[in-house]
């Protein structure tokens, strides 16, 4: 029986004054939160933010980073050479730790953003260059279950945690639909805080060809970029603790 789970959220991706708040008030809420570190979004200033609050809050700390792509945000799959993409990840820990170590906080794990996260679930390649950045830095991978990602964390003696979102519709194959087709992303928050509750409870989500889905999770991810983004995590965490479910880091 499920008594606890962690909530998640990427933070630091809004430079605006407005979204740096926004994104702080959302730590009174999850246990853990993933900071752009300049790949797809963020600068110094923003990580700097992040840090020192999740530091206060008692929020896990960790690097989110991205292929190099700040015109798309992230979120299309590029061709880039591994080798380059190595280095440029390797480049946005390095800025994100630095900063870390000026506010003396702790970067707990590693979780890739968009498209380089959906692509690595499934590709050889991009999992080995994740995996063997984690196993260096010894920090946790974040990903999904049932992925190449996971095996390779496991084979590799990385400490891997399995992640579901509850805003995102699911293909029959435990991926994500593509943000691009239509009902991708649960814009309803009842319908939102309902999936995060089955996800929770380790129950069947519906898949979009409404097939039954059983979707391992041991963080539940809150977009903040989402609309409405702060009173979903406000509904979200109020009823799972309402269901007997608390929140806390995996393995707390």
């Known amino acids: 029986m499920t008594t606890s789970i962690d909530l998640n959220a990427d933070l630091g991706e809004d430079e605006s004054a407005e979204g740096i708040a926004r994104d702080i008030a959302i730590m009174d809420i999850v246990s853990s939160c993933n900071i752009a570190c300049g790949g797809h979004a963020g600068s110094a200033e923003t990580m700097r933010a992040m840090l020192v609050a999740a530091k206060a809050k008692g929020v896990w ?19 880039i050479d591994p080798i380059r993409l190595q280095t440029s990840l390797l480049e946005q820990l390095d800025l994100i730790k630095a900063v870390a170590a000026d506010v003396e906080a702790d970067i707990t794990h590693l979780k890739p953003h968009g498209a380089l996260y959906n692509d690595a679930q499934d590709s050889e390649t991009l999992a080995d260059i994740l995996v063997a ?17 996971q095996r390779k964390a496991r084979e590799s003696g990385v400490r891997f945690i399995a992640e579901a979102f509850i805003d995102r519709q699911y293909t029959d194959r435990s ?10 992303v649960i814009d309803d928050d009842a319908q939102r805080v ?27 991810c809150l977009h903040s970029d989402s609309e409405g983004a702060l009173a979903t995590a406000k509904a979200m965490r109020q009823a799972l ?5 608390s929140i ?3 393995g707390e």
């Open 133 to 149: 950045i984690a196993r260096a830095e010894n920090l946790a991978l974040v990903g999904m279950a049932d992925s190449i990602m």
């Open 194 to 220: 309902q999936q995060g509750l089955v996800l929770a409870h380790g129950e069947p989500v519906t898949t979009a060809r409404n097939k039954s889905k059983v979707i391992q999770a041991e963080t539940l």
């Open 61 to 79: 700390a960790g690097a989110h980073p991205s292929y190099p792509d700040r015109a798309n945000f992230g979120r299309i799959s590029i061709e």
């Open 248 to 250: 806390a880091v995996p």
């Open 175 to 184: 991926r994500l639909v593509p943000r691009m087709k239509e009902g991708a």
């Open 241 to 245: 603790e309402l269901d007997g479910i």
